[in-house]
């Protein structure tokens, strides 16, 4: 008997899924109602279809599976002056409104610049904020740096052009405004800017692009200019 109301239980649960569309595909992204719901607010850009970030998000996620189940990556204890300036913070523990996972860059060894998603600013918060924000529910924090002292120019241009910075969250292919940002974007930027476009692989050169969390590591290693993994906080 338990067995039946068990199975007529998930029966109905399915059927009611399938008739009002709420839930993401088997793939995990948003409905195409909460796209359109999120366009309509202003958070996603005109120029974005929902097929365009549905396929970054699944090239995301195969990103995150590998950069979770990498042996290259091993514990660090975790300490404000761990961080220097311009290490790349990337967490897959997201807020609700999150897309990709999220990713921030430290300013200095105590100060951490991100936009958390739709409705928020720019924010600095300190990488105790930070780790108690996004280290829970068995989710990782994971912390590159740059070669050759490279990051202080991007922490530098970050500080200059976000903090106290009225910019809105909204996700777009132009990568090269300041009024409109999220949280990849304003670290692909932090190194465009601040560091020179030069020294950046061909295929984060363009300014046109939608850039995911995940994906700042994939392009920034593809070619000389490379980043470290120092360890996951």
Same mark, same amino acid.
């Given at each position: 008997?338990?067995?039946? *109301?068990?199975?007529l ?11 009002? #569309? ?10 195409? $109602? $909460?796209?359109? /719901? ?7 850009g005109?120029?974005?279809?929902y ?13 995150? #599976? ?11 204890? *975790? ?8 290490d ?8 609700? @409104?999150?897309?990709?996972?999220? @990713?921030?860059?430290?300013? +200095?060894? %105590? ?7 739709? =409705?928020?600013?720019p924010?600095?918060? @300190? ?5 108690? #924000?996004? /280290? ?9 740096? /740059? ?18 910075? =009225?910019?809105? %969250?909204?996700?777009? *292919? ?16 932090? %190194? ?16 046109? #692009? ?7 590591? $994939?392009? *920034? +290693? ?12």
């Open positions: 008997m338990f067995k039946k *109301f068990i199975s239980l998930l029966s109905v649960i399915f059927s009611i899924s399938l008739l009002t #569309n709420v839930l993401a595909d088997d793939t995990g992204f948003m409905t195409l $109602e $909460e796209f359109n /719901s999120l366009k309509q607010e202003g958070y996603i005109d120029d974005v279809s097929e365009a970030l549905k396929e970054i998000y699944v090239e995301s996620k195969e990103l995150e #599976n590998y950069l979770e189940n990498s042996d290259l990556f091993y514990e660090v204890p *975790f300490s404000t002056d761990y961080l220097y300036r311009g790349i913070l990337i967490t897959n523990s997201t807020d609700s @409104s999150g897309f990709f996972g999220h @990713s921030a860059i430290a300013l +200095n060894s %105590y100060e951490i610049l991100h936009i958390q998603g739709p =409705g928020y600013k924010l600095v918060v @300190s990488p105790e904020w930070f780790e108690d #924000n996004y /280290s829970d529910r068995g989710s990782w924090i994971k912390v590159y740096r /740059s070669r050759d002292n490279i990051g202080r120019l991007a922490a530098q241009w970050a500080e200059r052009t976000y903090r106290n910075s =009225g910019a809105s %969250y909204k996700i777009t *292919f132009d990568l090269s405004t300041t009024h409109e940002t999220y949280c990849s974007k304003l670290v692909w930027q932090a %190194y465009y800017y601040g560091v020179g476009k030069e020294v950046m692989p061909p295929a984060l050169q363009t300014t046109s #692009n939608l850039i995911s969390p995940y994906g700042l590591m $994939e392009g *920034f +290693n593809d070619g000389s200019y490379t980043f470290d993994y120092l360890g996951q906080l």
